[in-house]
């Protein structure tokens, strides 16, 4: 790495693998309750561990983010982080908050609306946490000595999540006015700024990785973000079928949610191109994999299985199913998890200066992961149709439908199981790399990784 | 061949542009769409007392209302209909929670009060316009 202030960033992919091992185990939770098993009901009931579940993911995810852009920054805009203290203060003021939460879900301490169920004193805070986050990048970016598209991207992207999470945090007497507002936040997220924060990411990694040349990269990143926004703005639009809106959401929506497995296919055609296209192979196997991984899966999981229910005939009957839990687990897994998962295998190396760029532990990993959640979600898949069919179309009562899906849980669990060896097997090289060390920094790490290999 | 400079003027004038075609579509459902739609002038105290107990008690975690929420136990944005309102309140004051064959639902301590309040709350909700959500089972028999 060029800056010692850059290792910060191992603190909070530090933060993202513990919250992620919470997450699996409330993912855990949930499976063996739908099973029947659900002893734990007294202390953790189902809507304490949905809420507990899909907060830490929110929050290990975002975590990854912020390691990216301290480790990302400094390097793109050739410039020292602007303060390593108040980094810090950011890195613990974040966990505390974001472990605050957690526990209060527990005690059901929550707002109750489905991902921003953080209530609202610790909104304000988490509002001053990324003030103070945004502040320090945008420092280190303005005083740089280059401004890359990249890194700009990146920022933008940041820039906008932040902005966005603010119409989540007013109180509306109508719940559907309150869940319109609610899908600004998570849909402009997720199927907007987060893409943006994912093309900087992923261009980041390729210029890195392929060595193709920076102006290419960075053109073709403009034409994927373009397309990311072009139809996802408008494709907002697939959450407003049925939930109060008008009905001219369900043509709107419908086409331009058509359109955003597009965009996905954009990004994935342009990862696979400048691998091709790339003249040099660095020797971080691992890196490359994981930044292929978020490329095709993403594709997969957020495009194809997102059209698969999204155009409003279907969606009437899938709508509020474990459908939506099908199309969720891959997506993320593969747009943002591998994402993060990708940048910690790039960046680990050259923070610690241990190479571990190949090794059995890093191919378990990546394999176990991959396999272990394709099966869950195929798992969500059949226990998704066997719902919509049961009670969508041949009407019979919830409960009924859902006894007859519990072997699919079962599945679900033995996929989890494969998938959670793989995060074990990555979390054994995290720690293997040990701690970030002065002896890593150094100039041109790229090419100094190359002479080693 | 397509240059930087065009690719940048192709995201940012494309973003531009549906965001203000978005912006606009959304004033106009926050104010004609949805509350013609919500009827929005039923919204009583009690109705919103209702909705404050469906967040605090953070019924989304295992329900699903207008289809949203978890996959856990039913869907209720019908309930009223489906059910009525004595069975609401008789789950709602369940001594022990509610358990329907063998799935347990968290045992809530409501007042009178607030539980006339979320049956007012799916009763306002009952007649939400949802664009033809829930479907009717084309098979039942």
Known sequence: MKFKSQSIAYHFFSLSMVLLVLQIIYGFIMGFAHMGYDGLHEWIPFNTAVTTHKNLLVVWILSGFMGAAYYIIPDESDNDLYSLPLAKLQFWSFAIVGVTAVIGFHFGWWEGRKFLEIPRPLDYLVAGNIILFLVIILLTLLNGKQKTTTSWVLTMGLVFAALLYLPGMIYFDNIAVDSFFRWWVVHLWVEGVWELIMGGILSYLLIKITGVDREVIEKWLYVVVGLTFLSGILGTGHHYYYTGGPSYWLMVGGIFSALEPLAFLAMTVFAVQMYRKGNKKHPNKLALYWTMNTAIVSFLGAGLLGLAHTLPGVNLYTHGTLITAMHGHLAFWGAYASLILAIISYAMPIMTGRKIYDNTNGHLAFWCSNIGMIAMTAAFAAAGIAQVYLERIAGFEFMVAAEETKPHFFVLIIAATLFTVGIIFFIINFLKFGKPTDDAIQSEEEFEALKSA | ?141
């Open chain 2, 1 to 141: 061949m397509l240059s930087k400079k065009q690719a940048k003027i192709f995201f940012l004038g494309g973003t531009i542009f549906f965001m203000l075609i978005f912006i606009g579509m959304s004033v106009h459902s926050l104010t004609v769409g949805i509350p013609e739609n919500t009827n929005d002038s039923d919204i009583t105290e009690e109705v919103k007392l209702g909705k404050l107990m469906w967040e605090e008690s953070n019924c989304m975690g295992c329900h699903t209302l207008m289809g949203e929420g978890a996959y856990y136990a039913p869907e209720l944005t019908r309930v009223y209909e489906r059910k009525g309102p004595i069975y609401i309140k008789t789950v709602l004051n369940a001594p022990n929670g509610w358990g329907p064959r063998g799935r347990k639902m968290v045992k809530y301590d409501f007042t009178p009060e607030e539980v006339d309040g979320l049956i007012a709350f799916f009763k306002w909700m009952n007649n939400v316009e949802l664009n033809g959500f829930p479907p009717e089972p084309s098979l039942k028999q």
